[in-house]
């Protein structure tokens, strides 16, 4: 009789862990939404699932005492604003750690365009669509940066920092990070425009020359040599920037990750 009734006590008590543990693999899996390299579609759904899970059962009984105490009952329409409360503060930090590398994907389209470039596409399988060659490139090199940069580490470790600031279900739409986001995006948008301009300038110049010849010797047909004399002269100022872009994307990536955990520690 005491073994069945143990069994039960027992039984109670993981039963009680059963609604926290799910909502903390929630805001672990809003991460997995937006944040940079998490997001790659060749990675099957179930295994994001399964790994969001074991990260959770992981972090679980470290941030167990953090928690707030939840009803002891909840109906389904009760749970729904939980989860979506959770799945906001990680879709929250890994939009904001993602907006730099989607600016410099953004800049390689403008340079792709100002070259002549805008018909060179190639799949990108991470997103499952075709994408701009320039853009899917510095896409790559920003990755490359992120992951130097720790900035998983960074958002992993920030959102198990969150545990101890917002509650389960403590998250109010006074708490959304609406400002810091429009500040990562516009910094983002003069990220684009700082990486883009080395290459945009020498095509604005080159086609200056191009007309100054055009109109001075007629017989030239500056436009047959002049496609790719741009598409060699961007190339070449590229490269010859390519320290400078990762000097620029660094310190953009370093700053909306500090940006997301500052946004964080303030809940």
């Keep these: 009789m005491g073994t069945g009734v143990d069994t039960q006590a027992n039984v109670t ?33 179930r295994f994001k699932v399964m790994i969001a899970m074991m ?29 979506v409360m959770e799945l906001l503060i990680g879709l929250s930090m890994g939009v904001l750690a993602a907006l730099p590398l989607m600016s410099l994907e953004m800049s390689g389209i403008i340079m792709g365009q100002s070259m002549g470039l805008g018909l060179a596409k190639v799949y990108n399988p991470e997103a499952d ?24 580490e960074m958002l992993f470790g920030g959102l198990i920092e969150s545990f101890h600031h917002v509650p389960l279900g403590g998250l109010g739409v006074a708490q959304t990070p609406l400002g810091l986001l429009v500040g990562v995006l516009s910094s983002g948008f003069e990220l684009a425009i700082r990486v883009s301009a080395p290459v945009t ?67």
Aim: charged share 10%.
């Design 129 to 152: 669509f075709d994408a701009d060659m320039l853009g899917q490139m510095l896409y790559y090199i920003g990755a490359g940066i992120f992951i130097s940069c720790n900035g998983l």
């Design 13 to 45: 008590g993981l039963l009680a862990h059963v609604v926290p543990y799910c909502l903390v693999t929630f805001r672990l899996l809003g991460l997995f939404v937006m944040a940079p390299l998490l997001t790659n579609i060749m990675i099957p759904r």
């Design 201 to 267: 300038g020498i095509v604005l110049l080159l086609i200056v020359v191009f007309g100054i010849v055009g109109k001075t010797l007629p017989q030239v047909n500056i436009m047959s040599v002049g496609f790719a004399i741009k598409i060699l002269a961007g190339l070449a100022m590229l490269v010859a920037a390519i320290y400078a872009v990762r000097e620029a994307v660094g310190q953009e990536v370093t700053h909306a990750l500090e940006e997301t955990l500052h946004w964080v520690r303030g809940l």
């Design 55 to 83: 990260l959770a059962a992981a972090i679980y009984p470290t941030v167990q005492p953090a928690l707030t105490v939840l009803p002891g009952r909840l109906d389904m329409l009760g749970l729904l604003p939980l989860v």
